[in-house]
């Protein structure tokens, strides 16, 4: 369509707009994300995320976000495009709004190990560390399907620090941060014994108790689990 060709060959301030208003419509309606991803939008979104000016970077990866939800073609399109890589390095290096937008859509796609391989552990970890409320929440979210799905994630996750973050969001979250981060604590702990004792000996047995005697019923189901 014209708004993808303006993403993809406009000048910066038609690829500006043009990117707005794609994101503005893959937000609501699943068929204007079919249709955008049917009209070739995925590939010039993704480069916008790579090597697009800060506007265009925030509203790209949120247009890939929305178009990733609820559509497994859309997932695996944005992998084969190259998305998970420049989603990663804003996750990383963006802005409060990018790295939102970002691990947003890093949380949609189905492609965990590939996540890890392009280096989004470790910016995930500091997002739970050191976000914004719904960042934190968020990037907890991601870490335990990631934790969830692969072996080398649950060690990479350990290894950079995951757990001790994991384990203050549990004690101190907000309630949707604390069902979030059990969760992942649940999934690395299952089956390593060495994420069971990190755990522990990073203070967690003590707000995971909390949880399951005074949590709601999914923080209580995540922390029974861990």
């Known amino acids: 369509g014209p708004l993808v060709a303006l993403v993809r060959d406009g000048t910066e301030l038609q690829k500006q707009h043009a990117v707005m208003a794609l994101a503005g419509l893959a937000t609501f309606d699943a068929h204007n994300r079919q249709a955008i991803a049917s009209a070739g939008g995925i590939g010039p979104l993704v480069a ?10 925030q509203h790209a990866a949120g247009a890939l976000a929305s178009l ?11 992998a084969s495009a190259g998305g998970i890589g420049p989603l990663a390095a804003l996750v990383r290096d963006g802005t409060e709004l ?5 691990v947003v859509a890093l949380t949609c796609l189905d492609n965990k190990q590939a996540i890890a391989t392009a280096g989004g552990i470790t910016p995930l970890v500091a997002l739970v560390r050191d976000g914004t409320e719904l960042q934190k929440q968020n990037a907890a ?24 973050s994991l384990v203050a969001l549990v004690r101190d979250g907000t309630e949707l941060q604390k069902q979030a981060a059990a969760g992942a604590l649940a999934f690395l702990a299952f089956g390593d014994a060495h994420n069971r004792q990190a755990i522990a000996s990073a203070g967690g047995i003590g707000p995971l108790m909390a949880l399951v005697r005074d949590g709601t019923e999914l923080q209580k189901q995540a922390a029974f689990m861990a």
């Open 98 to 102: 990018q790295k939102q937008a970002a």
């Open 48 to 57: 916008l995320v790579r090597d697009g000016t800060r506007l265009q970077k």
């Open 68 to 78: 990733a939800q609820s559509d497994a073609h859309n997932r695996q399109a944005i």
């Open 141 to 164: 979210e991601t870490l335990g399907l990631l934790a969830l799905f692969d072996a080398h994630s649950r060690q990479a996750i350990a290894s950079a620090g995951g757990i001790r």
